[in-house]
């Protein structure tokens, strides 16, 4: 009996798989190395079911594919002096597309700017930001974020403390 194909789409300059299917045992390396990046191949292969070849093969063409678009080491940004967290609700004057590009851009050069997300309705964008303490945070507002270009209003909110922070999707069977 012939396996159905696990990746179908087409080939670009840069060799990389539109992904378009997932099966389970995908789903469950998928969701394996998002709870543990470190895990090893052969131990990643036997929690699946799978053994090493075929399980080092699968994770290869989902990163090829961009489906695993890194590993990272989830630090704890307190102990590292980094005691306060803001989200940061931008509007902008300008809508128009070059507008929201050059923000955007911007904000990619700012390392306090840990995530920018885009928004549909009365907001333009809202921001995380990590600082090292108040005063920090107010020179960054004032230096950085208010005179960045085409921002009309910035509206922020200190985080109290955190009841959950997951990275990546929920995998259920």
């Known amino acids: ?6 990746l179908i789409g087409y080939r670009t300059r840069k060799q990389e798989w539109a ?34 070849p075929p399980c080092l093969r699968r994770v290869r063409a989902l990163e090829e594919a961009g489906v695993i678009r890194g590993y990272h080491a989830d630090l704890d940004a307190a102990k590292l002096g980094f005691a306060i967290t803001v989200f940061a609700l931008v509007s902008l004057k300008s809508q128009a597309e070059e507008s929201l590009r050059q923000f955007e851009d911007h904000m990619r050069t700012l390392p306090e700017v840990r ?26 507002l ?18 109290i403390r955190t009841a959950k922070q997951l990275p990546g999707v929920p995998f259920t069977d």
């Open 1 to 6: 009996m012939s396996m159905p194909p696990r």
């Open 19 to 52: 992904m378009t299917t997932l099966d389970g045992i995908d789903r469950r390396l998928l969701a394996e190395l998002q709870d543990e990046g470190r895990v090893t191949n052969v131990e990643l292969a036997q929690r699946v079911g799978l053994t090493a």
């Open 115 to 140: 995530e920018c997300h885009m928004l549909n309705g009365e907001i333009d964008f809202i921001l995380k930001i990590v600082s090292k303490d108040l005063q920090n945070f107010q020179e960054f």
């Open 142 to 159: 004032t230096s950085k974020l208010t005179p960045a270009p085409n921002v009309a209003s910035v509206k922020t909110s200190l985080t």
